[in-house]
């Protein structure tokens, strides 16, 4: 579902633009929307396995550090791939933003980073639920 709204969406061509038919409709709604669907299921996931270890502040900060070198990596990768096949498209602007991916928000990666430093308070109240309603407002909000 997130592969097909980033096919959509981040692929160079207006679906807007096409003629209201089928096509667009699916386009627009299926390939389009699920992605925001997908994006709520990984993070429901991810939320549900974490809570299987203890969640602290100093471990998920960890963890936003190393997500923050692995993006800064790529980041730098991109920006040096730009400079050697497409300088028409390397502005400042773009350089400055791939020495801090995460902080500057280039990839959403950034509400991962927010949703990890908050995980150690939800997971204190999700945990006050118990498994059971736990599981029940996970399916809940998948349906909603």
Known sequence: MILAHHFIVHNGYDVLKLPLGPERIFFQLVMSGGGKVGVVIFFSISAWFFLDKEQTIKSNLKRVWIMER???????????????????????????????????????????????????FLAKGLKALGREYHLALAATVLVI
């Open 70 to 120: 692995e993006l800064l990596f790529w980041s730098l990768a991109l920006v040096m791939f730009y400079f050697v096949f497409d300088r028409a498209d390397l502005g400042m602007e773009l350089m400055v933003k791939s020495v801090m991916p995460l902080s500057m928000g280039v990839w959403w990666y950034a509400a991962y980073a927010i949703f990890l430093v908050s995980l150690p």
